[in-house]
């Protein structure tokens, strides 16, 4: 903090101030300081090391200017400090409150402020430090690979294409200038806002060693109204572009620039080159339309195919599932049929069982079975033999 110059104890007047009080707004040697704090009525005064005290700033703030009382409350309706007189005056209906219950808040919130700062300035240091590896380098690389490209194509043409090579390779480093330049304001900028974080916060963190409520309230104020309106961290720029190149267009730069110099060759008078000219142009458009309907023609030929396709993997779904349902209702029937044999094979069993058996068997003329009854027999051919 900026001091002024050594005070003289205001009691004894011999040493020099080394403490403040914010009360009575004197300095106090180190004697009579001791002698200060042994008065009761002074004992609650807030006491400070001088060294530490910026005297310039310190004023009658903690005294109330209307009826020059010192503050006692904190009306929270005004928000401002009171006294004694105000309490049952002007300010008797509001709400009021200690005042280092508010500056406890306050002071609690001035270091969110402090560790919210310093994470902005966290924030810009590593946005510049991204600017300067990530976008310098990329800048540089993709310029550079585009200036290779661009070399590459170049070695395939004549000494003409040199002077368009370099024309190409001017505009992506004209380009990159530019970039560097938006980038490096971008950076500026940066620098201003951190500087103002910069200030807020070293001015927080002043105001914060200052012990006397009053002062420190006022103090903090000001600088968090300077909070408020803060510039925002601007935002990461997007990653500098590079001109478009499509080796293409170059070669139709030289094509033309070619074609113009065959043409300035010719005998412009000679109709022979004349014809040959208009006949290989014309041979040039059927071969391009050739080329056109063949290619509309194959498109056609993939769709159509590819529908194709598409209906025969329907079909094939739709069949799978008919030899599902259809399998199952075999199954079904196969089953449905067991099970009546099944039951008439029993039934004829008890049937047999209870018809009386004779002395005189009889046998079966179809399949040579001995049963024991005319009845039994035709049981038999007619329930075993005719599902043989």
Not at 82 to 91: A, E, F, G, P, R
Not at 191 to 214: A, C, G, T
Request: charged fraction near 30%.
């Amino acid at each position: 903090m900026a001091q002024v110059s050594a005070q003289k104890c205001s009691l004894c007047d011999e040493q020099n101030g080394a403490y403040y009080c914010y009360e009575c707004q004197q300095s106090l040697c180190t004697i009579c300081c001791k002698k200060h704090g042994k008065i009761p009525s002074l004992r609650g005064h807030t006491v400070a090391d001088i060294n530490t005290i910026d005297l310039s700033t310190v004023n009658k703030k903690s005294q109330c200017t209307e009826h020059e009382k010192e503050f006692l409350f904190y009306c929270v309706q005004c928000d401002a400090f009171i006294c004694s007189l105000c309490v049952t005056s002007t300010h008797i209906t509001h709400r009021f409150s200690q005042i280092t219950e508010i500056v406890v808040k306050e002071r609690e919130k001035a270091k969110e402020n402090i560790e919210e700062l310093k994470l902005k300035i966290d924030e810009i240091a590593s946005l510049q430090e991204k600017i300067k590896t990530h976008h310098y380098e990329q800048l540089r690389v993709k310029s550079k690979q585009c200036i290779e490209h661009i070399e590459s194509v170049s070695k395939d043409l004549q000494s003409c294409i040199e002077s368009k090579k370099i024309i190409k390779a001017t505009e992506v480093q004209d380009n990159e200038k530019n970039e560097q330049e938006n980038l490096k304001a971008f950076l500026d900028s940066t620098d201003s806002v951190q500087k103002q974080y910069s200030q807020i916060l070293s001015e927080l963190e002043n105001v914060l060693l200052e012990r006397h409520d009053v002062t420190f309230y006022s103090s903090y104020k000001s600088i968090d109204r300077d909070i408020q309106i803060l510039v925002k961290i601007p935002e990461e720029p997007s990653e500098a572009q590079i001109p478009f190149f499509e080796e293409k267009f170059l070669y139709q730069e030289v094509l033309e620039y070619m074609e113009s110099k065959i043409g300035n060759s010719l005998c412009q008078n000679c109709s022979v080159q004349k014809i040959k000219i208009e006949d290989l142009q014309s041979e040039n458009k059927q071969c391009q339309e050739t080329l056109q309907r063949a290619l509309e023609t194959q498109e056609r030929e993939l769709i159509r195919l590819s529908e194709d396709i598409k209906v025969l993997k329907q079909e094939k779904q739709t069949m799978q599932s008919q030899y599902k349902v259809s399998v199952y209702q075999k199954d079904a029937e196969n089953k449905k049929l067991s099970e009546i044999v099944e039951n008439l094979k029993k039934k004829s069993d008890r049937l047999l069982q209870s018809t009386k058996r004779t002395e005189n068997p009889v046998s079966c003329d179809k399949c040579g079975d001995i049963l024991h009854s005319d009845r039994e027999l035709s049981m038999h051919k007619h329930w075993n033999c005719i599902y043989r």
